[in-house]
Nanobody, 116 residues
Framework: QVQFVESGGGLVQPGGSLRLSCAASGFTFSRYGMGWYRQAPGMERELVAAITNTGGSTNYADSVKDRFTISRDNAKNTVYLQMNSLKPEDTAVYYC?????????WGQGTQVTVSS
């Protein structure tokens, strides 16, 4: 079955960096676009970044442009989110997601906390 397993979250000081990873399984990874969403307490889940199946095109939420970079390694069935210059408002649970056979799947999420 389709599975996404995120890792790499944690506690970081403002201005710091983290790299999230999402290992995918159960489908042909290289055929599908992938994305990262986040959800802060009391807020709706929002798109952070997305990438096409080949990695040739990406898009970002305005709030993370020029700070976050989404990438993928199709040989490893993994998508990444490099997060730099982190701010307290980036604190959230980050979810990996993809639409496979017209159904959206989510990982379990990884907590990112930005605090001094």
């Amino acid at each position: 079955q389709v599975q996404f397993v995120e890792s790499g979250g944690g506690l970081v000081q403002p201005g710091g960096s983290l790299r999230l990873s999402c290992a995918a399984s159960g489908f042909t990874f290289s055929r599908y676009g992938m994305g990262w969403y986040r959800q802060a307490p009391g807020m709706e889940r929002e798109l952070v970044a997305a990438i096409t199946n080949t990695g040739g095109s990406t898009n970002y939420a305005d709030s993370v442009k020029d700070r976050f970079t989404i990438s993928r390694d199709n040989a490893k069935n993994t998508v990444y989110l490099q997060m730099n210059s982190l701010k307290p408002e980036d604190t959230a649970v980050y979810y990996c997601t993809g639409v496979v056979a017209f159904q959206r799947y989510w990982g379990q999420g990884t907590q990112v906390t930005v605090s001094s």
